[in-house]
């Protein structure tokens, strides 16, 4: 379709349209049907298209940043929750660890070897806690499958 055409249909949709415009619009119609076929067509679908309605831009902005707030609020959550666990069960790992290792000539080797199988063994212990949590809120057969 020829650019001018294009053009004036698009104006007489939107209403844009000036007389002049509109009489030419009409005569190029009278030449080619087909051409004032595809303009009714798309004055259908520009009817169908008004009676639409999207959602409310402000409800919709609204239900987004809760609903990303309680993400990005829950996933810090569990990273300072995680932080302190790691921290706290270090500490106590670390004072069991020096009260076994205080009065023994162990070599430096061995006590690297003993503090980073301990540190291991706390890291392990909370990324498995929480990856159970996480998996019993989300798992929907868990009480469908008999254990």
Request: avoid cysteine.
């Amino acid at each position: 379709m020829d650019e001018r055409i294009y053009e004036l249909i698009n104006k007489k949709i939107d209403g844009l349209i000036t007389e002049d415009e509109e009489r030419e619009l009409i005569r190029i119609f009278k030449e080619n049907p087909d051409i004032e076929k595809e303009f009714k067509d798309m004055e259908a679908l520009k009817g169908v298209m008004d009676m639409l309605k999207a959602k409310d831009p402000d409800w919709a902005w609204e239900d987004y940043w809760k609903s990303l707030y309680n993400r990005i609020e829950r996933g810090v959550a569990w990273i300072f929750f995680s932080i302190g666990a790691i921290i706290l069960l270090t500490y106590g790992a670390i004072e069991w660890v020096q009260s076994v290792l205080k009065d023994t000539e162990m070599p430096l080797i061995a006590k690297l070897g003993v503090f980073s199988l301990v540190f291991g063994l706390v890291v392990l212990f909370v990324s498995v806690v929480r990856e159970r949590i996480f998996v019993s809120r989300s798992d929907k057969y868990s009480r469908e499958v008999k254990k």
